[in-house]
């Protein structure tokens, strides 16, 4: 690393060492291990969009090939914010009103699954007695209660929410459950010693002990509710990332489905890291017991 | 005994239902302690000796009789009889200062103020010498030192009698003998009644003012209790020749190996 520096004085020299023990990753071997990550994934990426440019190459295919689809969408790739009014918005606008619904629904079921889930889990009775109802109703398919929450919301808004709600509970339910139900007697020895009330023993023993199993659900349920919401959007209209693609279909803009997919992929992706992420930085403690 | 014992269990007896089938496991259980006491519990394992604890502790609720401390019936568990677990118990997701202040801050919380508490915790610490790791997690340190930890949480919620469920059975044998010194240095200072579980003779006898030894389950029950006439403060050094630990260990062995010997290593 000091290398590459001309002349450095005795000093100089000393604060690039301490720099250079400061900063271990940068080194040969932690450049040469990052390669190995990033080169295979690229050269695979690089191998598909060469044979996708191959096969569409006829002018009679029927999809576009990539070099196709980004003359052809390079106005909505170049330009995310523009807002003509109506739905004819950016990608960005339609992709953060599909998060909005998302973080909205998300945020409820996290509240009433991790309760129910510590109901579930607590109560043997409440386990007989709710256990065989999710069992059912979490194989339902998230678009089949698009038409019950329509009528009872008689709204589109709401009936996303409550789509994405539906879906993304299940597992946070089920995770959180088997969480509550592998905390230690050890922790509730200790925290009948203490007499720590109900709600206490909830926030200080049940939650931390079941975080991992928790986060677990959690990620899970993010994961559905992104595939929930953009199917939902497709069928209530109005702004949403859902809506685009079904608009573009509408108007045979197949080239801006393709690039509304990648970015609905991507943010899927980025979706599952956050909650995992931040599920590693909330139970670092938990998970190494 | 004259004046009511400040820990009576009289006739405490215990039996666990199972699938039908109810198992006697523990019958006629009869033990005062005077208040300072320390009295240590031994037996073969599977003889019921932690469930002796438990109920004492009120994890467990006796099918007979009844435990009094003072003179009140034991129901549920408490502060005032805490326990030290024989696996440390510590909630990994908190440090090892907000372990103990867990605990403080439940149990003195009427009687002293934050900082006071605050205090209270560092206090804890710095007795069994934890004051230098207070900030690390129970995965960071060794099982030596959770126990220590563990130690420290229950003394500092002012118990009227400390209850260790074999404190010291999954160390290794230096550590549980520097515990054990540090344990006698604390209990030289604070004169807490204490019933100690172990399957270890040396420290019954090194440890106890009397040893309670129990037979063999089904059913078991006390089988002798020893008095360990020794002074304190003792020196583990100094025991190993003298008359009366000679005695009181050949005694404790005697019982455990000739007349209660396991069935299963007897035969």
């Not at chain 1, 960005?92 to 509240?111: C, E, K, P, T, Y």
């Not at chain 1, 943010?267 to 930085?281: H, K, N, Q, S, T």
């Not at chain 2, 129901?75 to 990994?92: D, K, M, T």
Request: glycine share 8%; charged share 15%; hydrophobic share 50%.
């Amino acid at each position: 690393m000091a290398s590459g520096t001309v002349s450095l004085g005795t000093a100089g020299r000393d604060a690039a060492a301490a720099r250079a023990r400061r900063l271990p990753r940068v080194t040969g071997r932690g450049l040469k291990a990052a390669a190995a990550r990033v080169i295979p994934p690229l050269v695979v990426l690089a191998a598909f969009l060469l044979f996708w440019e191959i096969a569409c190459a006829r002018p009679t295919a029927g999809l576009p090939p990539p070099s196709r689809v980004l003359s052809e969408a390079w106005p909505i790739i170049a330009d995310p914010f523009f807002d003509n009014g109506g739905t004819d918005k950016g990608l960005f606008w339609h992709i953060f009103a599909s998060l909005q619904r998302v973080a909205l629904g998300f945020f409820l079921a996290v509240v009433v699954g991790v309760l129910l889930g510590t109901l579930v889990g607590q109560s043997d009775w409440a386990m007989r007695g709710l256990d065989p109802i999710f069992q059912v109703l979490r194989t339902i398919p998230p678009l089949a209660w698009l038409p019950l929450s329509l009528a009872a919301f008689r709204d589109g808004q709401p009936s996303a929410i409550f789509v994405i709600f539906i879906t993304s509970i299940w597992p946070i339910i089920i995770n959180t459950a088997v969480g509550i139900r592998n905390i230690p007697q050890d922790y509730r020895n200790v925290a009948a010693v203490i007499r720590l009330n109900p709600l206490e023993f909830f926030w200080k023993i049940m939650l931390p002990s079941a975080a991992p199993y928790i986060f677990t659900g959690l990620r899970i349920g993010v994961g559905l509710s992104w595939l929930a919401i953009v199917a939902a959007e497709m069928l209530i209209g109005g702004v949403g990332i859902g809506f685009f693609i079904w608009d573009a279909w509408n108007s045979s803009h197949i080239s801006e489905i393709i690039v509304a997919l990648v970015y609905v992929g991507v943010i899927g992706f980025i979706l599952d890291r956050l909650v995992a992420a931040l599920g590693a930085l909330v139970t670092r403690g938990t998970s190494a017991a | 005994m004259t004046a009511p014992a400040h820990l009576d269990l009289s006739q405490v007896g215990i039996s666990f239902t199972r699938s039908g089938q109810t198992t006697e496991v523990l019958r006629d259980v009869n033990l005062k302690l005077a208040k300072g006491e320390f009295v240590s519990i031994i037996g073969h394992s599977g003889c019921g000796k932690s469930t002796v604890l438990n109920i004492v502790a009120g994890l467990l609720k006796a099918s007979t009789g009844a435990v009094l401390l003072d003179g009140k019936e034991v129901s549920a568990p408490g502060p005032e009889r805490a326990v030290v677990f024989q696996n440390h118990s510590l909630l990994p997701w908190l440090t090892v200062r907000e372990n103990v202040a867990l605990a403080v801050d439940k149990v003195l919380a009427k009687r002293k103020s934050r900082a006071e508490r605050a205090a209270w915790v560092a206090h804890n610490l710095a007795l069994v010498n934890m004051t230098h790791a207070a900030d690390k997690r129970p995965n960071e340190i060794s099982g030596g030192m959770k126990q220590r930890v563990g130690i420290a949480r229950a003394l500092a919620m002012e118990p009227t009698v400390l209850l260790m469920d074999e404190p010291f059975g999954a160390l290794d044998a230096l550590t549980r003998a520097h515990l054990q010194d540090q344990l006698m240095e604390i209990q030289m200072r604070l004169r807490n009644t204490v019933i100690m579980i172990t399957h270890d003779v040396d420290e019954a006898v090194l440890l106890s003012d009397r040893i309670v030894m129990m037979t063999n389950g089904p059913s078991a029950t006390i089988g002798e209790i020893l008095p360990v006439p020794l002074a304190r403060p003792r020196r583990r050094l100094d025991l190993v020749e003298d008359q009366t630990y000679v005695h009181c260990r050949a005694e404790v062995l005697e019982f455990l190996y000739a007349r209660h010997a396991k069935p299963a290593l007897a035969a």
